[in-house]
């Protein structure tokens, strides 16, 4: 039986849901290291990351409306690609999530350092004090609060929009020049790193099936969250920029790295002088409900994959207690609790990304599997327009960006892939006999798609 | 018309509804939601695979109350996130016109009828006629206004609306009319409340502060004990 979901979502509440996602880490963390790595047009970097982004949440929208079932980007792959690829995207996603969850930890940690006289190094155990709040709050369960969701959306963005023009009365137009000091290669290289700040939109896919008119509200939504964004993140990377002396910025963090809280650091002569206080607030309110979001939707990943097998059956039980999937949670958050531990956070905003980028890239692909194969199974609701040029654009942009990071999240993602693989090999292979929709196109199209062929082997819910 | 009504049941552990309220319900259709539950960590179809055989026992169990009463029920097992939007949404492929805020009662004596018009009223009384069924009881029509200025207006109301029910073989002795003024509808329906056994009232979109302290007919269920049947609105 279905689970009588209404479609009640209308354009003005996936916006919201779709900027909730967005703005986190991204902007209050990350413009002092996309700085130091393109210098003031850093602004054109966060530009150019979301235009990566789009293709990605178009590709992702159509999947979600033909499988409306949670598991997200996971089980996209896996069914259009078969559980090899649904491994190592699984996993891949997986990690994606937390690093960015244990990055905007380490920035939230950073920021309330401020309020309080507290020495630097102990940034790491506020973050991790902070994560395993975070962590038991999700095993004891929260209630769905979509219109609390709506007032912190509503308060940051003010607060982003009253920082921009209050900063454009202080700001010093020469921190702009030389505009480009790392050429349009330190762009490229700074979109890649600051990439993650619209991965967010994709969180549109997890609500698609709730959403009225999706043929028409879906993408509108798309665009428009990501237009308005990528206007807010410009202008306040741009104050950032102007409000700051680039050497304090690129040197003031911990360990004399860059900053972790750049939007608060400039921040002291606006508001009347309570700037830092304000916006270090609003970073911690943004930074804290991302921190959450993150941990929660992370935990999916081992839930669906241990419904398919990919996993032991121990994380997909659900807590007769608490009624969460206590175990996958917990899983998730020791990897959380280890990365900040033990991993030098910039280290993490780079490895988040190439993750994603990777997991973006293979989703497009299962996007044309799905096209070509003509799956009986496969028939969504919205159908992303610009096949197959959008997803031509989208792995080749993720490609470029992902050559431009460094040798570290290269390996970062060619270990995963790797990693994925023996795993599935050692112990997913075994137990299980699905094939994608991908194999039954090259095993011949002259066969009828069977849907058993593309199912899960358990009943779908 | 035959009425259908939807009665929803928060499992697990649900409470089940007394054995005088069912009999009062018997002239209807009934339908019985068993909702499920979860915080929102929790994927349904996640729930349903590990709860659903305990889950389904459990709602044929409340539903053995009904069938031992020579009652015929239909039931739908549900797990979400959102009461509110599951009632709603097997309310409306059920075709129901009517949903039960369950709560425990002895007999029903007195039934209030908080009125906001008269638009409705045929569906209402048609509603307090089957909750009294043949005995004597007292049905009160409840309007509230927020100025004296407007009393008036609102007995004459309620006078019309009295006597249409009258018409349509309801007795005289039976109904009778307040009108209360007060700046606070849903409190004043409250306190009223307190002193009756089961109300009728028509659906309402709630209001943003509604959704945030609960629905009315959720709150006089809980706070006032008697059970609400929400007359739902036909599109």
């Known amino acids: 039986m279905a689970n009588d979901l209404q479609r009640d979502l209308g354009l003005y509440t996936i916006v919201m849901i779709s900027m909730g996602a967005m703005i986190g880490s991204g902007i209050f963390v990350l413009p002092a290291l996309g700085l130091k790595k393109a210098g003031p047009a850093v602004v054109f970097a966060y530009v150019l990351a979301g235009l990566v982004v789009l293709p990605a949440a178009l590709s992702k929208a159509e999947m979600a409306t033909a499988m409306p079932e949670s598991g997200g980007t996971y089980l996209y792959i896996d069914r259009a690609m078969g559980p090899l690829f649904g491994t190592v995207a699984g996993i891949g996603a997986w990690f994606s999530l937390v690093f960015k969850s244990s990055f905007a930890l380490v920035g939230l940690g950073a920021y309330l350092l401020l309020f309080v006289n507290i020495p630097s190094g102990a940034i790491t155990f506020v973050a991790l004090g902070l994560a395993a709040l975070i962590v038991a709050l999700n095993i004891v369960g929260t209630e769905q609060s979509g219109q609390a969701q709506a007032v912190v959306v509503t308060v940051v963005v003010v607060a982003l929009v009253a920082y921009v023009v209050n900063g454009a009365f202080v700001l010093e137009t020469e921190r702009f020049q030389p505009l480009v000091t790392h050429g349009s290669g330190g762009v490229v290289t700074a979109a890649a790193f600051v990439f993650v700040s619209y991965a967010g939109v994709t969180k549109i896919a997890s609500v698609a099936e709730e959403v009225e008119n999706p043929g028409r509200n879906l993408p509108l939504a798309m665009l428009g969250s990501m237009g308005i964004m990528m206007v807010v993140y410009a202008a306040v990377v741009a104050t950032v920029v102007g409000l700051n002396d680039p050497t304090l910025l690129t040197t003031s963090g911990p360990n004399g790295g860059v900053s972790l809280t750049p939007m608060a650091d400039g921040a002291g002569s606006l508001f009347a002088g309570s700037g830092v206080f304000l916006i270090s607030l609003i970073a911690v309110l943004a930074l804290t409900s991302m921190a959450n979001a993150g941990v929660l939707a992370s935990s999916r990943f081992p839930l669906a994959m241990s419904r398919d097998s990919l996993l032991p059956a121990r994380f997909k039980r659900i807590s007769p207690r608490f009624k969460t999937p206590q175990n996958a949670i917990l899983l998730t958050g020791s990897l959380l609790l280890v990365l900040i531990a033990f991993v030098p956070v910039v280290e993490l905003a780079k490895l988040a990304s190439a993750f994603q980028i990777l997991v973006f890239s293979i989703m497009h692909l299962a996007l044309a599997a799905f096209r070509e194969s003509d799956a009986d199974f496969y028939q969504p609701e919205f159908t992303a327009p610009g096949y197959p040029v959008v997803q031509i654009v989208g792995v080749l942009g993720g490609v470029v960006l992902l050559t431009q990071m460094g040798l570290l999240p290269i390996l970062g993602a060619i270990g995963m892939i790797v990693g994925g693989i023996g795993w599935y090999v050692i112990y997913g292979r075994p137990r299980t006999d699905r094939v994608g929709a991908l194999s039954v196109l090259l095993s011949g199209r002259e066969d009828e798609i069977d849907e058993s062929d593309v199912e899960p082997s358990d009943p779908p819910g | ?235």
Request: net charge negative; hydrophobic share 45%; glycine share 6%.
């Open chain 2, 1 to 235: 018309m035959t009425h259908r009504i939807l009665i929803p049941f928060e499992l697990p552990d649900a409470r089940p509804v007394s054995r005088l309220l069912i009999d009062s319900l018997a002239p209807m259709d009934i339908v019985l939601l068993g909702h499920y539950g979860l915080p929102e960590q929790t994927p349904p179809e996640a729930a349903r695979e590990e709860f659903e055989d305990e889950a389904q026992q459990e709602l044929d169990g409340l539903a053995a109350d009904f069938t031992e009463a020579g009652i015929d029920v239909t039931t739908r097992l549900v797990f979400g996130k959102d009461r509110g939007k599951a009632i709603d949404a097997v309310a409306d492929e059920a075709g129901c016109d009517a949903e039960l805020r369950p709560a425990p009662t002895g007999s029903i004596d007195r039934v209030l009828v908080p009125l906001l018009d008269t638009e409705n009223l045929d569906r209402l009384a048609d509603f307090v006629r089957v909750l009294i069924g043949e005995s004597g009881t007292e049905v009160t029509l409840f309007h509230v206004v927020d100025a004296a200025a407007e009393t008036a207006e609102s007995e004459a109301m309620l006078a019309a609306a009295r006597d249409e029910m009258i018409a349509n073989g309801f007795d005289a002795e039976a109904v009778d009319v307040a009108v209360v003024e007060a700046d606070n509808r849903s409190e004043a329906i409250l306190a009223q409340a307190e002193a009756y056994d089961a109300v009728v009232i028509d659906e309402s979109h709630p209001t943003v502060v509604e959704r945030i302290v609960g629905e009315l007919p959720e709150m006089i269920a809980q706070r006032a004990v008697a059970p609400v049947i929400v007359v739902r609105q036909l599109d």
